[in-house]
């Protein structure tokens, strides 16, 4: 039997990157897809993938990367990331459409364009790197908790829409991951990035990207909706206990 082909977005850091290389010692061959070519480059030779740059924010682009993916059985959309922890009251209304656009147009435009593919497949799978922070909101995150939100309720409306067609749908919605999502949302600064995750422990990228090549190695018939991953030390958006 041929080797499924697996679609990664935002591959070429953290949990994008980790899921990569988890689904190519899954059996998987894999298109990595971001921005950043020169990592995802790198990335992509780890795992023996594919690297395309892809910008899922821009329909050319998106056309573009979608054009050159002659096969997809999997598409893990795990572009996305917060901007700023702002209140509502001070919201930079720029940062939340850019989040918008990328945790749920970006999801949808790269959805959107390889889900005949998907279906063409015989054995499809969409998994949506989501967040905790889709279900449960807290104070300065009004921005990107309204983009997961909305990131997974558009999950879920894909999950109805395509009952019948032999893709399935699945919501990773990780908590405290340690990669470079708390260094983009405070614009690169490292200490109050750092600050997040002191005096607990966070989850790795490795331990959400586990959870995905599970997801995908399922039955064809199994369809795990939805699974939230925390770390030990962490029992709810908010609510994290630091050892110091
Ligand atoms: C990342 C988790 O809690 O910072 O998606 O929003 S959180």
Known sequence: MSRKTAVVTGASSGIGAATAKALAEAGFDVVLGARRVDRLAEVAAACGGTALELDVTDEDSVAAFTAVVSRCDLLVNNAGGAFGLDSVAEADIELWQRMYDVNVLGTARVTKALLPKLVASGDGQVVVVGSIAGHQPYPGGGGYNAAKHAEAAVTRVLRMELLG??????????????????????????????????????????????SIAWVATRPAHVNIDQITITPRDQAGAQMVHRHQ
């Open 165 to 210: 067609q032999p893709v399935r749908v699945c919501e990773v919605d990780p908590g405290m991951v340690e990669t470079e999502f708390s260094v983009v949302r405070f614009e690169g600064d490292q200490e109050r990035a750092d600050a997040v995750y002191a005096g607990m422990t966070p989850l790795t990228a490795e331990d959400v990207a586990e």
